[in-house]
Each structure stands twice: as structure tokens, then as C-alpha cells.
Nanobody, 124 residues
Framework: QVQLVESGGGLVQAGGSLRLSCGAS????????MGWFRQAPGKAREFVAA????????RYADSVKGRFTISRDNAKNSVALQMNSLKPEDTALYYC?????????????????WGQGTQVTVSS
């Protein structure tokens, strides 16, 4: 089992940056693939980024490639999402998710463990 808690969300102007963090507890973290997803009001939850258990492999949604960077620190049981050049369309509730199987999925169903989310609002 993995418990996840996100932090770092907030209000930022377009073009600005935010760094989201996800703290994890549980023995499975270091072997888990980790992902970030987001959900805007009235829209479905969508994939943002994912990282392998080692940090050596990453995947990104086309909409955030070149602007967002996912990373993890297994010694600190944490995963981060650095978000640069933010746009109003990035406004959403951002969720951290864990997949103990290690598969770096891009669909929410691949991740059995989820945090409560942290709100990101980008003003124009």
C-alpha cells in the first residue's frame, strides 16, 4: 500500500512556474511507477507525466512536453513536477498516483493509489 500527499499548488500568472511535490509512505514506493494527472472542472481526468521506479524513464502528455519535468527522489520518498511557462489551460486539480507494478501507464486506471490533489490556478 502507498499513501500519497500532494503539495505546492497555488495561484500563478501565465508564464510563471510552480513546483508540485508528492510525499509517499509505504514500502512499495521505491518500486512504483509514479504519475501526475490533472482534472479541470467539467473535464475528464487526464495524464500529465509519469516516471519509472528508477527515474530513468519518463513520459509526458504532448500538451506539457518541454514545459513540465517530472522527477523523483527515492531516498526521500517523493516525486516532483516542475511546471514552467504555465498557461491558463493548465488550471486544474493535480493528482499524484502510484503504480506498484512499475508500469509507466498514461491512463488513470493503471494507478491504484491516489492522493487528494492540489489546486493549480493560472491567471491570464
Amino acid at each position: 500500500q502507498v499513501q500519497l500527499v500532494e503539495s505546492g499548488g497555488g495561484l500563478v500568472q501565465a508564464g510563471g512556474s510552480l513546483r508540485l511535490s508528492c510525499g509517499a509512505s509505504g514500502r512499495s514506493f521505491s518500486s512504483s511507477a509514479m504519475g501526475w494527472f490533472r482534472q479541470a472542472p467539467g473535464k475528464a481526468r487526464e495524464f500529465v507525466a509519469a516516471v519509472s521506479w528508477s527515474g530513468g524513464s519518463t513520459r509526458y502528455a504532448d500538451s506539457v512536453k518541454g514545459r513540465f519535468t517530472i522527477s523523483r527522489d527515492n531516498a526521500k520518498n517523493s516525486v516532483a513536477l516542475q511546471m514552467n511557462s504555465l498557461k491558463p489551460e493548465d488550471t486544474a486539480l493535480y493528482y499524484c498516483a502510484a503504480n506498484p507494478s512499475g508500469f509507466i501507464g498514461t491512463v488513470s486506471g493503471a494507478y491504484p493509489y491516489w492522493g487528494q490533489g492540489t489546486q493549480v490556478t493560472v491567471s491570464s
